[in-house]
C-alpha cells in the first residue's frame, strides 16, 4: 500500500522487474506522470479559499498552486453576490475604451496569474474563490499527498510511470504495441486509461457540481 513518495517509488520498481538500477529515471517519471495530471479536475482538486480586494488597485494576485476556477463571489454589506467571468479580450477593452469606473465589481477575468476586476475596486471587498488546485508532486521519500495514496490517485501515478519507462526507456515490445493502441489519447497503457477513467468517473460522482471539464 503505497502512501508516500518512497513506497510509490518501490511499487513501481516492482512492476518493472525490480530494476533498482532505474530508480533516476522511475523518479522523473513520477514528476512527468503528476506534471501531466495537475490540472485535471479530480474530486481532491477543489479548494475554497477567501481574498480580498484593494481598494482602487485593478487586480489581485492567484494562489501560487491555483489551478482554474468555477466561481467568484463578492460580498457587498452582508450579501455574497457571483462575479461575472470575462475573457481578456471584453476586460481589455473595458478597461481602455469605456469610461472610468471605481466601485463594486462585477466582472473579472485572469491573465498573468491575476485576478482583474471591473469596475476597479473602490473598497477592500470580500472575495470566496471556488478553484481548483495543482497539487504539487511529492519531493522528499517522506512526503505524502494525493499522487502517492493508495485510494486517491496512487494507481493513475504508479501506472502512467511504469509504462512511460517501459516505453522510453527499456523500450520493451509489448509495451510499445500497446502504447500505440492508446497514444492517441494521451496515454502510455491500457491499465492507465483504465485506471483514470476509476478516478475521473468517481470524481463526477463525488463533486457536487456533478460535472468534470478540462481546464485547457
Not at 496569474?113 to 470566496?128: E, I, V
Not at 511529492?138 to 502517492?148: A, G, V
Amino acid at each position: 500500500m503505497a502512501n508516500t513518495l518512497a513506497d510509490l517509488k518501490s511499487a513501481c520498481v516492482r512492476e518493472l522487474w525490480n530494476r533498482t538500477d532505474l530508480a533516476t529515471e522511475i523518479l522523473a517519471s513520477i514528476n512527468s506522470a503528476v506534471g501531466h495530471y495537475q490540472k485535471e479536475k479530480f474530486w481532491f482538486t477543489e479548494e475554497q479559499t477567501v481574498a480580498t480586494t484593494v481598494a482602487n488597485q485593478a487586480s489581485l494576485g492567484l494562489p501560487s498552486d491555483h489551478g482554474y476556477i468555477d466561481g467568484i463571489t463578492i460580498v457587498y454589506s452582508t450579501y455574497p453576490i457571483p462575479l461575472i467571468r470575462r475573457d481578456w479580450e471584453w476586460m481589455l477593452d473595458a478597461m481602455v475604451n469605456t469610461t472610468f469606473l471605481i466601485g463594486l465589481p462585477t466582472d473579472y477575468a485572469i491573465h498573468s496569474q491575476q485576478l482583474w476586476f471591473w469596475p476597479m475596486p473602490n473598497a477592500a471587498y470580500a472575495l470566496t474563490m471556488w478553484q481548483n488546485m495543482q497539487n504539487a508532486p511529492p519531493t522528499q521519500d517522506t512526503d505524502s499527498n494525493n499522487w502517492t495514496t493508495v485510494g486517491q490517485a496512487e494507481e493513475l501515478i504508479r501506472a502512467r510511470t511504469v509504462a512511460d519507462v517501459r516505453v522510453n526507456i527499456i523500450k520493451n515490445q509489448l509495451a510499445l504495441q500497446e502504447f500505440a493502441g492508446v497514444a492517441d489519447r494521451g496515454f502510455y497503457s491500457l491499465k492507465e486509461k483504465i485506471a483514470f477513467d476509476k478516478l475521473h468517473n468517481y470524481s463526477i460522482d463525488y463533486l457536487s457540481s456533478r460535472r468534470i471539464r478540462q481546464a485547457w
